[in-house]
Structure formats: structure tokens, C-alpha cells
């Protein structure tokens, strides 16, 4: 991705996802609307569009959370005493697929059949 996306912190004031960096104005609004496709069309409710901009109003301090979180792991894996093992490696990986996707990367790929547990 080439352009850099609006710098938070957000808020969110009902439908509106705000930038508290850019005297508050919306950088998304999360209404109700109805979704048609292929499968028929679907409404999006008041609390799921309420829920939706709380969701990504969250966006910035989760991805800064998620990056820290992989620089934990590298550190931790770059340790020959700290053993990571499958459900750490698991979580790993998802995180920098999810750093990925915000970034506008190519995604990474989680072969969850190896350790699928649940």
C-alpha cells in the first residue's frame, strides 16, 4: 500500500470513526445498510454498525499492539533458551498475517491443520 492511512488515535461517537490527530474529523462512517450479494442480501443492524465503528476505531492500537507482539516473538525465537513451541509459532505467524493485511502486503499463508487442536 503507497498511501499512509490517517494517524490515530480514533474514536468512535456513534456511527463515526474519527481521528482525535485530525480535530476530529470522520474517517469512516459505520451506518446501517443493506449488503446484496450473490448469496441475497443482508442488513446490517444499528448495534452491528455501532459495533463495526467501535471495531475500527480500534484499528490503530491493535495493529501497533500486534506489531509489538511480533517483535516479542522474534526476540524470543532469536533465544536458544526460550523454546517456542507449535501454539506460539501458530500465533506468530497469525500475527504478522494480520500485519500484513493492514499494511496492504501480500498475506501470508497459516497452515492450521499441522496443530489444529481445537
Same mark, same amino acid.
Not at 9 to 14: K, L, S, T, V
Not at 22 to 27: A, I, L, N, P, R
Not at 86 to 91: G, K, Q
Given at each position: ?92 505467524? /497469525? ?6 493485511? /493492514? ?16
Amino acid at each position: 500500500m503507497s498511501a499512509k492511512p490517517t494517524d490515530g488515535p480514533f474514536g468512535a461517537d456513534g456511527f463515526n470513526v474519527y481521528s482525535d490527530s485530525k480535530m476530529g474529523v470522520t474517517v469512516a462512517y459505520c451506518g446501517q445498510s443493506t449488503v446484496v450479494g450473490v448469496a441475497g442480501s443482508y442488513r446490517i443492524s444499528e448495534d452491528e454498525a455501532r459495533a463495526n465503528a467501535v471495531l475500527f476505531a480500534a484499528a490503530a492500537e491493535l495493529l501497533d499492539a500486534a506489531r509489538m507482539a511480533a517483535r516479542n516473538f522474534e526476540r524470543c525465537a532469536a533465544s536458544p533458551e526460550n523454546f517456542m513451541g507449535d501454539d506460539d509459532h501458530e500465533t506468530w505467524f /497469525a500475527l504478522n498475517a494480520a500485519i500484513a493485511k /493492514a499494511e496492504g502486503r501480500a498475506s501470508i499463508e497459516i497452515d492450521r491443520s499441522v496443530n489444529d487442536h481445537r
